[in-house]
């Protein structure tokens, strides 16, 4: 079965940086989507960052672009998410998600996604 454990969150200065990873492991079925979604107290989950894995084409949430990169080590079976220049907006619980059936234009809608991580806390003050 599919496995997702992330790790890495912290707290941090603003203006600093984390790096999560996202170790995954049971893909079966052939190419999977993978994705971080970020989740604070009284707020909806939201897409972070995702690669549709057919074509390895990244996507980035508005409010993370020029600032977070995510990458995908097939051979360490990794999903990154790198974080710079953090703000206390960035503050959040943050889940490793991945799928098989997810469209291409649905990845940054955190219902659509079947499998996840349980999670790792970002905390920027």
């Known amino acids: 079965h599919v496995q997702l454990v992330e790790s890495g969150g912290d707290s941090v200065q603003a203006g600093g940086s984390l790096r999560l990873s996202c170790a995954f492991s049971?893909?079966?079925?052939?190419?999977?989507?993978m994705g971080w979604f970020r989740q604070a107290p009284g707020k909806e989950r939201e897409g972070v960052a995702s690669?549709?894995?057919?074509?390895?084409?990244?996507y980035y949430g508005d409010s993370v672009k020029g600032r977070f990169t995510i990458s995908k080590d097939n051979s360490l079976n990794t999903l990154d998410l790198q974080m710079d220049n953090l703000k206390t907006e960035d503050t959040a619980m943050y889940y490793c998600a991945a799928d098989t059936t997810v469209g291409r234009w649905d990845l940054f809608l955190a219902s659509q996604w079947k499998y996840w991580g349980q999670g790792t806390q970002v905390t920027v003050s």
């Open positions: 690669i549709y894995t057919g074509d390895s084409t990244p």
């Open positions: 049971g893909f079966t079925q052939g190419s999977y989507c």
